[in-house]
């Protein structure tokens, strides 16, 4: 399927243990963006990737981890999930057509960590 | 620091009114905004954009006011639908910068 796509769309994993969130897209892309969703705090900036092997730290960045191999994958990996890191996560991406590109968000995922 | 800022967290409003959703920021860099609109379950849609070279942009039922002097932009829609029920967030870039800061986000509800 053409778009951007994030797996699993839910998750419940225990505190200490690492987990994996996946982002796909098919648009190739150069930016990837890793967000996530709190009540409260609106929509904050993890994580981004203007390009393969090229990652930057966004607002809150601790706790978690990320590689660009590819173009179409951004993977975000919390290598101790603690209960505060329980929230809704999304992938975005953009193309390279100047500021006034758009983002484009996948679907989310829900991590619950117990 | 919030350096983009929604108000309010909801807003009611009747269908065929307007309705009109704030957002301030205090970053003087901004120069590039854009709204979001947000249905559970899903992503995040991009709605309409603005320029700070622009005070106003439309989009058909859609309109985003910025005063620049206020760090204040809005959103009007006219006439609210009831599918346009959603979460909207406001969200502002500056220079060649390709991060997006969001604000909290405006709960909007029309009713019927």
């Known amino acids: 399927d053409a778009g951007i796509t994030q797996s699993p769309r839910y998750k419940i994993t225990e505190t200490g243990r690492q987990v994996t969130l996946m982002c796909h897209q098919t648009?190739?892309?150069?930016?990837m963006f890793w967000y996530r969703q709190d009540l409260g705090h609106g929509l904050r900036l993890i994580y981004y990737s203007a390009a393969a092997d090229i990652t930057d730290k966004g607002e809150v960045p601790d706790g978690y981890v990320v590689s660009r191999s590819k173009t179409e994958n951004f993977p975000l990996t919390l290598e101790s999930a603690t209960r505060s890191q329980t929230s809704v996560y999304f992938c975005?991406?953009?193309?390279?057509?100047?500021?006034?590109?758009?983002?484009?968000f996948g679907p989310g995922t829900r991590l619950t960590v117990t | 620091d919030q350096q983009v800022k929604q108000n309010s967290p909801s807003l009611s409003v009747q269908e065929g009114r307007i309705s009109i959703l704030n957002c301030d920021y205090t970053n003087s860099m901004f120069d590039y905004f854009l709204w979001y609109k947000k249905y559970p379950a899903e992503g995040p849609t991009f709605l309409i954009s603005?320029?700070?070279?622009?005070d106003k942009n439309e989009d058909g039922r859609f309109t985003v006011f910025l005063n620049k002097s206020a760090k204040h932009l809005s959103l009007h829609i006219v006439p609210s639908q009831p599918g346009d029920s959603a979460v909207y967030f406001c969200?502002?870039?500056?220079?060649?910068?390709?991060?997006?800061?969001f604000g909290t986000g405006t709960r909007l509800q029309v009713t019927l």
């Open positions: 603005i320029s700070s070279i622009k």
């Open positions: 969200a502002a870039t500056f220079g060649t910068a390709s991060k997006l800061t």
């Open positions: 648009w190739s892309h150069s930016y």
């Open positions: 975005a991406s953009r193309g390279t057509s100047g500021i006034t590109s758009e983002q484009y």
